[in-house]
C-alpha cells in the first residue's frame, strides 16, 4: 500500500539557518506530493505540493523536488524564520486518499 | 476564498456514548470528502473517503458500523464516533476537495476527549 516516511521526529535550528526535512513514499501509482504544514489548534495547510515527476514545487521560499528515482521529496529551505516553526508532514495523495507521513516537528530559535 | 469549517471544536463524552461531528465547506463545492484521526502524537489515520454520488469509502481497521458518515450535499458532511472509548480519542479532521482541483482544504479538526 501508499505510505509516507519522514525519517526526523524534531529538527531545532537558529534563525536563517538551513533547513532540509527527510521524506521518502512508497506507492505503485504516480501520485502527486504535498507538503502540509501544522500549526497549534489547526487542521494542516497546504504548503506545496508537485504533480509531476521530477519537477518542483517552490511556496514561501520552501522547496521540494519531486524524485521519482529516489522516491524522495525532501523539503528545504535556504533561511528559516522563528515563524517557521510548526509541524510539517509530507504526503501522497492517491485518488483522493491522502497519507501523511508521521510529521516532522521544526523548532526555530531567535 | 475556499474554507472548511468544523463543529463543535472540542467535546467530552463518557466512555460508550457516541458523539457526532460536522463539517461545513464554504467557498466551493466539497465533491469529496475525507475524514481522518490525528493521534496526540501527531499521526494521522485516513478513516474514509466520501465523494457524491458514490458509496463511502472506509479504510482498513474503520467501519461504517463505527464511524457512519453522512454527506447529503457539496457544503457538509458529519460523522458520529458511535460508542466511543480511550482508543477512540484524538483530533478529528475533515478534508475536502472540490472538482478538478489537488488541494484538499481542513478543517480545523474536532478535538474528542473520552472519559
Known amino acids: 500500500g501508499d505510505s509516507v516516511t519522514q525519517k526526523q521526529g524534531q529538527v531545532t535550528l537558529s534563525e536563517d539557518d538551513f533547513l532540509f526535512i527527510n521524506c521518502t513514499y512508497s506507492?505503485?501509482?504516480?501520485?502527486?506530493l504535498f507538503w502540509y504544514v501544522q500549526y497549534p489548534g489547526q487542521g494542516p495547510q497546504l504548503l506545496l505540493k508537485?504533480?509531476?515527476?521530477?519537477n518542483k514545487g517552490i511556496s514561501r521560499g520552501f522547496e521540494a523536488t519531486y524524485d521519482k528515482g529516489t522516491t524522495s521529496f525532501h523539503l528545504q529551505k535556504a533561511s528559516v524564520q522563528e515563524s517557521d516553526s510548526a509541524v510539517y508532514f509530507c504526503a501522497l495523495d492517491d485518488n483522493n486518499r491522502i497519507f501523511f507521513g508521521d510529521g516532522t516537528q521544526l523548532v526555530v530559535k531567535p | 476564498g475556499a474554507l472548511v469549517y468544523q463543529y463543535p471544536r472540542r467535546t467530552i463524552c463518557k466512555s460508550g456514548t457516541s458523539m457526532r461531528m460536522e463539517c461545513q465547506a464554504v467557498?466551493?463545492?466539497?465533491?469529496?470528502v475525507a475524514w481522518y484521526r490525528q493521534s496526540p502524537q501527531k499521526t494521522f489515520e485516513l478513516i474514509a473517503l466520501?465523494?457524491?454520488?458514490?458509496?463511502?469509502?472506509?479504510e482498513q481497521n474503520f467501519t461504517q458500523e463505527k464511524f457512519p458518515i453522512s454527506h447529503p450535499n457539496l457544503s457538509f458532511s458529519s460523522m458520529t464516533v458511535l460508542n466511543a472509548y480511550l482508543e477512540d480519542r484524538g483530533l478529528y479532521l475533515c478534508?475536502?476537495?472540490?472538482?478538478?482541483?489537488?488541494?484538499?482544504?481542513f478543517g480545523p479538526g474536532t478535538r474528542l476527549t473520552v472519559l
Open positions: 478534508g475536502a476537495r472540490g472538482d478538478n482541483s489537488y488541494e484538499q482544504y
Open positions: 506507492t505503485t501509482t504516480y501520485p502527486t
Open positions: 508537485v504533480t509531476t515527476a521530477n
Open positions: 466520501s465523494t457524491v454520488n458514490s458509496a463511502i469509502k472506509y
Open positions: 467557498g466551493f463545492q466539497a465533491t469529496s
